[in-house]
């Protein structure tokens, strides 16, 4: 194969908001999308159309450039692109003219074959985060990656690829930052200076084009935020997904599944979810029910409801092939499976035996899909859980010439599991009305976070996988993806009670925590574990529930600004050389306020790296000033978790699960600190799209030391808080009383001095 590399420059022009350049062998394509965010689309062959299931956004219509006999440049607010002519190349800068990022000198992008890479500088100080759900370290440098999204049945901190496809990054140099996401699905190639003797990194991909978004904007957050401008953000997610979920393979009847969900009520220990995996089905048939196991499937909803519990059921993409099974025959008389070249059903082997696979590339297949769900829906099911979307045909390779349209699996087999989830969505919020479904996947592309949460796939019950998993939930905050989960416990083997202990202390602070185990496994609810160890889970469940009004404002930052609830100390302290320390990396900050390190269930000390500043231990309140390593406690009743002086946390009294009343009171909670703060406080009635109409109740709550001073800004949007009053909890402010502690919740501004 040989390499063809891009050549010079023989010509350019601009039309319709695109500079075209090309070259002998290819064409490339400079759109701008906004200041901070340039596209290069280089191909020897473009599309007629220019499709991405990532993007939604348009470029702008028209933008100035310079030419002189070396270069082609483009300036705008932030940031220069530099076009050398001879041969082509693109080197990013800031606009005041400092280095971002460029190709390598010698080869920059290069074909052999379909394939196409671009080689890159890579800077002495270089450091790399994202890309998601991906083995190794934070920080990426000296490592490198495949995105082909795989069944990846027990996977270790080291395997790659896992489930899912997320090819964007952010580099670190110099003090500056850059993001650069190569939209391109077919199986794609990262290497952060792995295999280079460090002489360039690398990036490309088996067929397709050199399509990738170059952001400027300067600041991590900055970045994220323009990354989840370009390819979405989550909705708010219903408040009900947002406690406590159990879930098993499988709970093996109506019966059992009441008796979980009556045992959660009797122990008073809360929760919001219960989960049907694949054996509610008959004979793993999607949308339909086991009739002699589950045969009054509205009976036992309402139930269900009536305990105050949702319910999840999983849905595979494997369509069984069964003569009489409507989603069987419908599929095969409209043509709405994925075939081989000749037309003929492509057939793998998931659960249900012999099966084809839904073309959900297709829009008619996918309101096919989504209008199936009333089988779910009908009785009362709300969280639609997809599995085995990569797609898994038992973790074999499906041939390469099966057919998703008018394309071929090798080039869209990344995007599959997000367009399930898209049907899923689209389906189900269609028919559920107002309500907000819940929808959970496993296999995923850049821009999954528009239809559905996600969670690590098959983990192993091990302290290993416990720290493993924090990590993969903070890189995937990075790429757009807030909502997501591990199984808590471990799905594979039987964790120890002390493991199980810690890893739902360290789900109190996930973003979707829900408990989940394998077939044949040890039982796993909170009362498995004897009454001392169910008594810290159930403290655990409880502190969940109490942070609900904090935790649904973060969200509410996801949905804003694309901002993930559990961060990497990367986004808020990148210059910091420490947080990418291997045994600091795996600390992340909850929210603005919190940050949380993850031990595991054998230590009893850890060793604790806090940022600059002042923090407090969460619960008990002792000061530990930061900028250092401290060695703290780490008893199994008390994960090590700090709040930031200034930190300001909305909680609520413990309630059995998100549609109870309580206690109608709103604690906010304020730490002392030398610094003002402020937090944006955000309700609404957590299960319609009416907060799309301004039905929503939002304040801005800000802290002042120098005027000794807590407020509450005037109430904006049109929803009644669920909270009738306000009481103020001060924390580490010597002997100061506020004058005024409980205020009644009234929509004006509200000013307490202390
Ligand atoms: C897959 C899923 C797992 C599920 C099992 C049975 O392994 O990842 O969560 O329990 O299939 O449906």
Redesign the pocket.
Known sequence: MKAEIIGNVQGFKQHDGILTIKTAEAEARVYIYSPTIIRINISKQHRETDESFAVIHQPLADFDFDESSAYIDIITSALKLRIHKSPLRFNFFTNTGKPLSADDERYGTIWQGERVITYRKIYEDEKFIGLGEKAGDLNRRGSSYTNWNT?A?DYTPKTDPLYKTFPFFIGLHSGLTYGLFFDNTHKSYFDFGASTDEQMSWFGADGGDMNYYFFGAQGVAQIIEDYTWLTGRMEMPPLWSLGYQQ????YMSADEVLNIAKTFRVKQIPADVIYC??DYMDGFKIFTWNKKTFPKPKKMMDELKQMGFKLAT?V?PGIKIEEGYTQYNEGVAKGYFATYPDGENYTGYV?PGRCHFPDFFREDVREWWGAAFTALTDPGVEGF?N??NEP?VWNQNIPWMVKFGDKYLPEVRNAYGMEMARATYDGTRKILGNKRPFVLT?AAYAGTQRYSAI?T??NNGTDEHLLFGQRLVNSLGITGMSFVGV?IGG?SGNPTPELMVRWNSLGTYTPMFRN?A??GSKMREPWEWGEAYEQIIKKDIEQRYKMLPYIYSGFYQSAQTGMPLSRTLAIDYTNNEHIFDTRFQNQFMFGDALLVVPVISTELTADVYLPEGSWYRFGSDQIYEGGQIVNVPSPLTDLPVFVKAGGIIPMQGIVQNTNEAGDGVLYIHVWNGGEPNSFVYYEDDGTSYDYEQGGYYKRGISFDPARKMVSLSAVEGGFKSRFASIKFVLHGFEKVQLKDDVVENLTEEIAIEF
Do not use: N
């Open positions: 069944d049945v879930c098993r393979w499988s995996d694949i999983i595979d659960w859980w599995d085995m898994a496993r969670w796939g098959d199984d799905f989940h394998i077939q």
